[in-house]
């Protein structure tokens, strides 16, 4: 299996302009996970999704961020307009949820993206 | 909320052993994973518990504790290539996320 799958490695841009991260999960994986990782706060769920619903989005910043999983094979991160202090490692993990024990909830990471807006 | 505490930093020397603590208050547990970043990587599984007490896997192990909220993983002859950060993740039971500490940043010294 190619693992988590997620582009761009790594995007500069300027304030105010949008940003779309991308995530292709394991295959037959059924959960996908957004993280945001900095070095102040460690890392942060931003938003999860069980066969493509989101179940919990509390973790996004503002209304800035949105995020969408049109298939089981899909998932963007978009932010829009994007500031300096959205510079960050952007994770996107996967897991089997609703198989038994341990790989119910091990979480398979991606290589990340890592955003910097100038 | 959940909360999950692991000291910043560590430091020990090449060949010795190194603990790891991590003490978590959660609503409810169903699970503990220990995970593994390298500078500039992504985190990768080192361990899992989920019943109390010591769970092997060559030179790493992690120990569980569920009435006290605490659990460590135990590094030995450690090597240079050790050197990273190690996250502790707690599922409570509500769901299927995980809750991450901060990780504890581990440099090992020759």
């Known amino acids: 299996d190619a693992g988590v799958i997620q582009s761009p490695r790594h995007e500069v841009t300027e304030m105010g302009q949008e940003v779309t991260l991308r995530c292709k999960p394991i295959?037959?994986?059924?959960?996908l996970f957004w993280y945001r990782q900095t070095m102040m706060r460690g890392l942060e769920l931003l938003i999860y999704?069980?066969?493509?619903?989101?179940?919990?989005d509390s973790g996004m910043p503002e209304d800035r961020f949105s995020a969408k999983m049109p298939n089981a094979s899909f998932s963007t991160l978009k932010i829009q307009p994007s500031e300096p202090r959205d510079s960050a490692v952007y994770f996107c993990?996967?897991?089997?949820?609703?198989?038994?024990?341990?790989?119910?909830?091990?979480?398979?990471f991606g290589p990340g993206t890592r955003l910097t807006v100038t | 909320g959940q909360n999950i505490d692991q000291p910043t930093e560590m430091t020990a020397t090449e060949g010795a052993i190194v603990q790891i603590n991590c003490t978590y208050q959660?609503?409810?547990?169903?699970?503990l994973f220990w995970y593994q970043q390298h500078a500039g990587e992504a985190p990768t599984f080192l361990s899992y518990?989920?019943?109390?007490g010591l769970e092997e896997k060559g030179r790493f192990s992690s120990f569980l504790s569920r009435s006290k909220g605490y659990s460590y993983l135990l590094l030995k002859e450690l090597q240079m290539k050790d050197s990273a950060s190690y996250l502790c993740?707690?599922?409570?039971?509500?769901?299927?996320?995980?809750?991450f500490g901060t990780g504890t940043r581990l440099t090992v010294i020759p």
């Open positions: 959660t609503s409810g547990f169903n699970g």
């Open positions: 999704f069980n066969n493509n619903v989101p179940i919990d």
């Open positions: 993740a707690v599922n409570d039971g509500g769901a299927n996320n995980l809750f």
């Open positions: 295959s037959g994986h059924n959960s």
């Open positions: 993990a996967s897991s089997a949820y609703g198989t038994s024990g341990r790989a119910s909830y091990e979480q398979y």
């Open positions: 518990n989920v019943l109390d």
